[in-house]
């Protein structure tokens, strides 16, 4: 089956610098690549998402990139705000699956003043 | 996401009880989802159904049950079979195309009394 890595675990940055997550599938047929938000004790929430037929997608200060050469994708932050500090989780779906995803471990995101 | 609704939202259990777990949707979604979130190991999932009557185990369906008599609705039962039922149970719908994102409820937490 899919297994999807995160890196880092946790990530410390300083308010108005970036912060960059990477993640890594291991099945070459997954196609749909969602990231969720998690704040404390709250639900998971879809921010961005990027389809295997795309290389890079953007949302105002939020950005994905895909390499499916390389079999990995990575959540770009810019200009980080205190609220963006929450654990981040990317996940990968595969085409044989239907709707299944495969979360990563999570990265908690701290951006300090 | 208000079109999901878990219920309760702390719930404790004592040894040998099986307690039960509820989630609604009135999106119209096809798909739900069960998943189990620890500290560190982000989300695992415990069963999902793509269709009423119909659903399938996810990577860590031991000790629990679920049904899916209605599409709206996708009750899990921790059974007393489960014995580290201690974790933040999450569940999620999601149309059945294959690029289409999960959405989550709020949220269960489950304790041992």
């Known amino acids: 089956g899919e297994n999807v890595e995160q890196h880092p675990s946790t990530l410390s940055v300083q308010e108005g610098d970036s912060a960059v997550i990477k993640c890594t599938y291991s099945d070459s047929a997954s196609n749909y690549f969602p990231w969720y938000k998690q704040e404390l004790g709250k639900r998971p929430q879809l921010i961005i998402d990027i389809r295997s037929n795309v290389g890079e997608k953007k949302d105002q200060r939020i950005a994905v990139t895909l390499n499916k050469t390389a079999k990995h994708f990575s959540l770009h932050i810019t200009e980080t705000q205190p609220e963006d500090s929450a654990v981040y989780f990317c996940a990968a779906r595969n085409t044989g699956t239907a709707s299944k995803l495969t979360f990563g471990t999570g990265t908690r995101l701290q951006v300090t003043l | 996401d208000g079109g999901i609704t878990q219920s309760p939202k702390y719930l404790f259990r004592k040894e040998g009880q099986n307690v039960t777990l509820s989630c609604e949707q009135n999106?119209?979604?096809?798909?739900m989802y069960w998943y189990r979130q620890d500290p560190g190991q982000g989300l695992r999932l415990i069963y999902y159904?793509?269709?009423?009557?119909?659903?399938q185990k996810g990577d860590i369906a031991e000790g629990y049950s679920v049904s899916r008599e209605k599409k709206e609705s996708f009750p899990l039962t921790v059974t007393s079979a489960q014995k580290n039922p201690t974790a933040f149970y999450l569940c999620?719908?999601?149309?059945?195309?294959?690029?289409?994102?999960?959405?989550f409820g709020d949220g269960t937490r489950l304790s041992i009394l």
């Open positions: 999620a719908s999601s149309l059945l195309s294959r690029d289409q994102p999960q959405h």
């Open positions: 159904s793509q269709i009423v009557n119909d659903f």
């Open positions: 999106l119209n979604h096809d798909a």
